[in-house]
């Protein structure tokens, strides 16, 4: 693989994943800028190169470079990753704007549906940058660990794009001998699967945390994913893409893995705990929390059916008993799994 290390990347964002992802592109060669919101985190990451609020015990690439200052970081950069939080992406993105290079290829690697005006980052992107930049845009999902990507595990991932070229060109970034990206044209898809995936993840967790067995937490997957595609075609989304990485293989690796913050919060959620207490004991975001909310009004906004993820709003914004939830969702209306025309 051809490598141009005289391209300067930038990677907004300096959580698990994000610095993760900057880890990635240095260890290829290519310079990279981390930019990192806390600014005492930065200084600290620039003298020991290890992330130790995020990812400790792992020592980065020698070839990245820390800052907190967002203008140096993205000026005059050939590549922008985006990685931070879904519900502050908008703000940063702003923020960014004034020193983006026009022909810079743009990258979104954060996953959710922003809260109050219900998008998806790709919306919110186009709805921030200029037309001509969104045939430079282009979106990163799939299942994915941080830790697991750190350590060299094989990992395959998709990019999304409007053309098959700006696609390709990510794939071609990002990809190495651990790290394997296909390429995709359905970016609703690829997106949705993403942050959907994380509302699932936190009823499977809630879930193993009543006692449920492997039964309960299939059948929260398959109906899970369900929900996902019937959402994903009235949004215009490809059902293929629900059965790819980015759809089945990010909802059974949230679902079922034990580095899944949103299946942790959830486990918690089951044990008993309330959302406040569990949310204030962790340092990393659990994106499906806020997810629920947008996930759950968006379903209602287009008419579309989605028990679980009903049940997971109630239990997160109404108190819901998670044991009632359960007894709700099998005591609904009996009916058929699927209706062939």
């Known amino acids: ?8 990347f930038a990677v907004i964002g300096a ?4 610095t993760t992802l900057a880890n990635l592109l240095a260890e290829k060669g290519f310079p990279v800028t981390l930019w990192v919101y806390e600014a005492e985190l930065a200084e600290r990451m620039q003298q020991t190169g290890v992330n130790e609020t995020y990812l400790p015990g792992f020592t980065l690439s020698d070839r990245l470079t820390f800052t907190s200052d967002l203008q140096p970081a993205v000026s005059d950069k050939q590549l922008l ?6 519900q502050v992406t908008r703000q940063v993105l702003q923020l960014a704007l004034p020193y983006i290079n026009p022909q810079a290829l743009i990258v979104c690697a954060s996953k959710g549906i922003e809260n109050d005006s219900l998008m998806l980052m790709s919306q919110v992107f186009e709805e921030i940058l200029p ?3 969104h045939r430079r845009l282009g979106f990163l999902s799939g299942p994915s660990f941080a830790k697991e990507v750190l350590r060299g595990m094989p990992t395959a991932v998709v990019a999304a794009a409007r053309t098959l070229s700006c696609a390709e060109e990510i794939q071609e970034i990002f990809s190495s001998d651990c790290f394997r990206v296909y390429t995709h044209d359905d970016i609703i898809g690829v997106e949705l699967g993403g942050a959907m995936k994380n509302v699932i993840a936190l009823a499977a967790g809630v879930s193993d945390g009543l006692g ?3 039964n309960t937490r299939a059948a929260l997957i398959t109906r899970g994913l369900a929900e996902m ?3 994903g075609l009235k949004l215009g989304g490809v059902a293929e893409t629900f059965a790819g990485l980015a759809g089945m293989g990010d909802l059974v690796l949230t679902c079922t893995g034990d580095l899944s913050r949103n299946r942790t919060v959830g486990i918690e959620l089951g ?17 499906g ?8 009004q968006l379903a209602k906004k287009i008419g579309v059916e989605v028990p679980i993820i009903e049940q997971m709003y109630q239990i997160l914004y109404q108190h819901k008993d998670p044991r009632q939830a359960v007894s709700d969702l099998m005591l609904r209306d009996l009916k058929a799994e699927a209706v062939r025309c």
Do not use: C
């Open 1 to 8: 693989m051809q490598r141009t290390t005289q391209k300067k």
């Open 15 to 18: 959580g698990s994943w994000g």
């Open 131 to 133: 037309e001509a930049s």
């Open 289 to 296: 929390v806020q997810t629920t909310l947008s996930a759950y």
């Open 229 to 231: 595609t019937r959402m």
């Open 271 to 287: 044990k008993g705990r309330k959302l406040n207490e569990i949310l204030d004991g962790m340092q990393m975001v659990a994106e």
């Open 81 to 86: 990753l985006f990685v931070s939080p879904s």
């Open 212 to 214: 449920f067995g492997h």
